[in-house]
């Protein structure tokens, strides 16, 4: 009988010393899985496949910055960039590295976040995330998902005004 006893106390001890292992394994959970694809981008990501999928933007761009220049496709709701780079090439179609939201109907995660969430209700979905400290804006808060670099730009009410997407530094 007191075998028995024993037997079961440690058959519970050990279900919950599992339990707590995986909960610490899979203790990164990814917010969204298509980040990109919500964005109208398909595999490769190229700005061909944008307007292909899109149509004509309302502006299509190359812009100096610093010396450097960057391509940009501007649709309601969505601007899609290149890094930046030493001179355009007009016949290159150009991979999209950087995706700018203002889109209200883009909504990411569980928690359908977006354009209009809180500061709170990002940082709770992306408790589990590693964040993003050296964001030049102050008003910025980012987090890694899953290799996707997601940074979210608030307005003085602290509520979210824009989303970009993007892969690491």
């Known amino acids: 009988m007191i075998k028995a006893k024993y037997t079961i106390i440690f058959g519970a001890i050990t279900l919950l010393v599992v339990i707590i292992i995986i909960k610490l394994i899979s203790s990164e959970q990814v ?6 694809e919500k964005a109208s981008l398909t595999f490769g990501y190229y700005f061909s496949k944008v307007k292909e999928t899109k149509g004509q933007p309302k502006e299509e761009s190359w812009i100096e910055s610093g010396g450097l220049y960057y391509k940009s496709l501007i649709y309601d709701g969505y601007e899609y960039l290149t890094v930046l780079i030493k001179e355009p090439d007009y016949s290159r179609d150009y991979t999209i590295d950087i995706v700018k939201i203002t889109d209200q109907s ?9 354009i209009g969430s809180t500061r709170k209700e990002i940082k709770k979905a992306y408790k589990t995330c590693r964040r993003i400290s050296d964001l030049a804006n102050e008003n910025d808060i980012g987090f890694i998902d899953n290799g996707i670099w997601v940074v979210f730009s608030l307005a003085p009410d602290d509520t979210v005004a824009q989303i970009q997407i993007y892969y690491g530094p």
């Open 31 to 36: 917010v969204e899985k298509n980040y990109f």
């Open 106 to 114: 883009y909504r990411i995660g569980t928690q359908k976040l977006g």
